[in-house]
Each structure stands twice: as C-alpha cells, then as structure tokens.
C-alpha cells in the first residue's frame, strides 16, 4: 500500500497528526502506524478518536507530563546508566502523570469508556515517584537524601568560609592593593584565587590556577589558603561519591520497576496518539464516519483535506447500485481531486482519523487500495509514460480482488486513442469481473459509452459554466461531461463554419484530404539601413585625419572613436577610420589588450601599488606633494 500512501499524499496527513504527538516515541508511533484492514480495529480507532475529541472539545486538558523523552529515558535506565537529578525529576514527573491520567479518565469515564479501560490498568508507581521528589530537590540531590551527604557538605560550608575569610582579609590588606587587578574573589574550578597583575605574579607567595587570555592578569590561589583549599577539594569529592550512591539507588529502584513502567509507557504513547488523532481531527472540522466492510462508499460534502481555500464539496457513492464509476469532463476541471478524495478520505477512516465531511459519511475499510495517478514515467528504466501506466495496472491486475478499490486517472491516455480507449475498457472489464470496486476518469468517447452501456457501471461529469468559461468543481452523477473544446472555440470567436467543420469531423471522420496548389507570390524584402561599423579594442585602423595607422582604445557606439596614437588618445569621427586588421587576428588569445596603451614600467608601478608596495606608495604620495608645491 506504500505507494497508494505516496500517490495519494497520505504521509503529509501522518505529518500533520504527528506535529500534534507530545513525546518523542508517540511521534515514532505515528510514523510507524499504517491504515488498518480489519474492520474493528478501524471501529475501535475510529471510537477512540471520538472520545479524545469530547475531551477536547470540553476544554479539559489530559495532564501529560514528562512524556517528551521518556523512552530515551527509559533506554538509559535499561542500559545501566545513571540519570541525572534533572532526568529523575522527569522521570518522576511521568509517573506522576500516569497517576492523575488515571484518575482523569476514572472522573470521565462515562464520556470516554474506551480510553478509561486503557488507562485504570496502569499500575501505580507512587512509592517510586516520592522517593525520587524527595531525594532531589531544585534539580540536585536533596541535602536530606543521606545523613553522610548531609555531613560533608556542612563541613563544605565552613570551609568554603574559612577560605573567603582569609581571602577578604588578603584583598583588605594595604600591602597588597598595588598588586591586586581587581578587588575580588573568583572561583577557578574547585579554587577560590584573586587576580593578580601578571607583573607581580612572583611578589605573591600561592599558586598561579589560570592566566587571563591577554596575559596581564594571573588568578593566584595564596598559600593562606591552600591547606584550606586542599581540604575543600577532598571534601568536595566525597560530596560527589555520596550523589552517586544516591542516584544510582534512584536509578536502581526505576530499574526494579521496568516490566511496570513498559507498560505505564505504552499506555500514555497510546492515548498521546489518540490525542494526536482528535486533535487533527478537531482541526479539519472532521466527522467519524460510519464504517462498513461491505464495500459501500457513501462521502456527503467531503472536502481534501490538504487543499487550502474554498474547495467544492464532494458528494460521493460507490458500491450500493453500481460498483464503477467513470467521470468525464474538462481538464482542470477537479476530476482527479475527485480521485484523491475517496481516496484519502478512505485512508484517514483505515487510519483512525475523522474525515472533513458532513455527517451521514459512510467509507468502506478495503483489504487493498490500488491508485495509478500522475505520470508513471521513470527514468531508471526508461519507460515512457503510458508504459509506466501499463506497468503499474499490470501490477494491479495480478492482485486485485473483492473488497478492493481501485482508482483509475485518465486511464488509457498516452497513446493512440482507438487503442487506448479499447485497452481501457478491457482493463475496467477485467478488474470489474475480479471483483473490485472502480474510479476511474477520461477524455475518450468510447469509454463514457462502456459505462453508459454496461449494467454496473455509470458515468459522471465535472460541472463546467459555459458562460464563464470556468469548471465548477462538482461531480454531477448519472451525466456524460465533454471536454469543452468545441464550445469553448466558439466562445474565442473561432467562425461558425470552422466549428461545424469540426463537429461534422466528430460524427463522421470524413476529413478533407485533395492537395490544394497554391500560386507562388514574390515576396519584397525591405531594404536594411547601412549598418554602422563598429570597432573592438586593440583594432588596426587607418586615420584619415592623421594619414597613419592607429589602435582603437574604445568605441562606444557614438559619433567618434577614441584612438591610440603617437602615446595619446585621440578622438577621431567614425566615419573617418578604416579597419585595416581586426584585433582577433593580431593578437594570440588570452592577450592582455591594455599592455597595448601602456609600457611595461607603468604596468609594473600599477601592479605594485595593487598589491601594496611601500615603494609604490612612496613614490605616489611623493607625485602628489610635488603637485601640490606646484600648485603652491
């Protein structure tokens, strides 16, 4: 079914009911999650998208907590790893939330039975949820958490004061003041030190911890407080040793309880999806539909869920009187959203999901969806794009049966139309007696005339305003749909015998086919202005002001041209120079025409002062002093 997904942009649906997912491993789920086959688990689904809805439209809100990586989590747990305070704190969080989910639904339970059931088999977790809130505390390990831990870390406490004491009275003393960067304690790691000026760094007895990135302060810890510091540290350490005790007994008492949370995990990702579900849902105004297994499409005023702004709705029925369906109309004119409709709206029904529709909807839960929509062309193998098509229902017929449905755009086009109509109908034919259910649209007359004639079949056409030119957008069940051509020529102002022509052409393939001899005309061709000449850089010309060769400098386009001559640059009339050799024939290619107008000393001054030569410069800002004293 993975392509009937593609072609019929079901995957964006699953994108959009996953944006609404909270955690992670729902969101997981969700792509994972397939529409279903069986006809009460698509019941059931549809039921629990119906309750999550009530909920949401009753304004109360699910207490999900926690639930963002609680799978990852969990991974950790089961791997052996310690969780931090924070993660504890979010595991403590969940089981929390599973308790005031259950009791939610317990105070629901009349509205919402089904999801009731799911949750008051979630065992209760409390012992586990208040050992961990009262082990950690403003996301560390709580100071009650041991009575050893409780210890250290007062000891920490006086000796972290002992060593500010001795570090305020180094600051205050008078001796140090030229000395100390600035008057301040800084914390370096487990050292307390003072910033000393990189000058005096050898006049302070202690021991340099760091250096400023410009190098003109170092951080000293004094020897004051060094036996103080090295107690702190030890201290320090021993602090770290009794959190871990800690949180590897939290840990270990989330590990005892695995098979308990497994289960409290799949319960909530459950009910995060069919929340997930009404959410979406509530936001395509959708409504649950009736569902049937017995191969009845009945859609009232369905609309594609993925098309923005005011699209027609749809009304729909397959499967009660006829079992094909073949629309005709004109192109552009929605019968392939008529297609993509049933289609997706049958999809989301299989999937769980309400469907954008007005009450009365009843869909039908198929054991295949089959869909050849678009062009089948690949690259790969070359096929052209009615062998893609022919590959693809190829496939179709070799798996189709009952309780299947099959959908059919413009089928037979792509090749001549006497054979592909002709293929058309047999394919329809074919798939008609294994059993399926069929959708299919076209151009071709002989394919409306099969569904006209056959007994189980009946055509359908796209609504087209003739006054304004424009489709309508609406399925009109039991009527042929042309393609317009004929009246829309007419409309264009085409002549009226032209539009017979093509109608007589219509019923009776007699076309006009005598050669016609035609008189040859002479054919007077304009005479072109004289075109002005126009020269390119480097170009030999001669001057016939000067009586001399010269090179062209520029020519843009006017009345005179500038000339390089005798070193200068000279503008001369067009009209006056003759092109003796062009510069494309005096020059190799790739040669730097500007070496033409200016001698080497000049061109190596230039090239130095482009790439910043003191000398250069030195010799330029000389130039200018001497103008200036001139001028002077």
Partial sequence: ????????QFNQIKEEVKKRAIGQYSKKRIEEMTPQTNLQTVKNRQEETKEARQILESQQHVPFMGLTRIDALTSQVKKGFLLTPTELIEYADFLRSSRMIRRFFEKNQYQTPLLHVY????????????????????????????????????????????????????????????????????????????????????KVPGTIIEQSNKGTTVFIEPTAVEKASMNYQLLKAEEIAEEYQVLAYLTGALAEQEQ????????????????????????????????????????????????????VPLDFELGKDYRG???????????????????????????????????????????????????QQTIENALSTFSGHMQNIAEMLRKVSRNTLVLLDEIGSGTEPNEGAALAVAIMEAMYEQGALIVATTHYGEIKKFANDHEDFIPAAMAFDKEALKPKYLLQVGETGESQALWIAQKMNMSQTLIEQAQYYIQHKAYRTTKKVFQTTKVNVPRTKTQVQQFSKGDRVYSAVHQQEALVYEDTAEETVTIFLDK???NVPRKRLTLKMSAEKLYPVGYELDHLFTDFQTRKWQRDLARGSKKAHKKLAKEAKERREKRD
């Fill in 119 to 202: 949750s008051k088999n979630m065992p209760d977790l409390s012992m586990v949820e208040e050992l961990i809130y009262q082990q950690i505390k403003n996301q560390k390990v709580s100071d009650e958490a041991s009575r050893n831990l409780r210890k250290v870390r007062k000891q920490l406490q006086l000796t972290e004061k002992e060593i500010q004491d001795r570090l305020l009275k180094f600051l205050r003393h008078p001796h140090n003041k030229e000395m100390i960067q600035e008057a301040m304690i800084v914390q370096k790691g487990d050292h307390y030190t003072i910033p000393i000026k990189a000058s005096y760094k050898n």
């Fill in 568 to 570: 200068e640059l000279i």
């Fill in 325 to 375: 369906l073949v629309i005709t109309g004109a192109n552009a004119g929605g019968k392939t959203v008529v297609l993509k409709t049933v289609g997706l709206l049958t999809l989301m029904a299989m999937f769980g999901l309400q469907v954008p529709a007005a009450e009365g909807t009843e869909l039908a839960v198929f054991d295949e969806i089959f869909v050849d929509i678009g062009d």
């Fill in 1 to 8: 079914m993975k392509q009937t997904i593609d072609k019929l």
């Fill in 260 to 311: 308990a949370i497994d289960l409290i995990i799949e319960t909530i990702t459950r009910l995060d999806i069919i929340f997930a579900r009404g959410k979406y849902s509530r936001e395509i105004h959708g409504v649950t539909p009736r569902i049937n297994q017995s191969e009845y499409i009945k859609i009232k005023q369905g609309r594609h869920p993925l098309i923005q702004g005011k699209a």
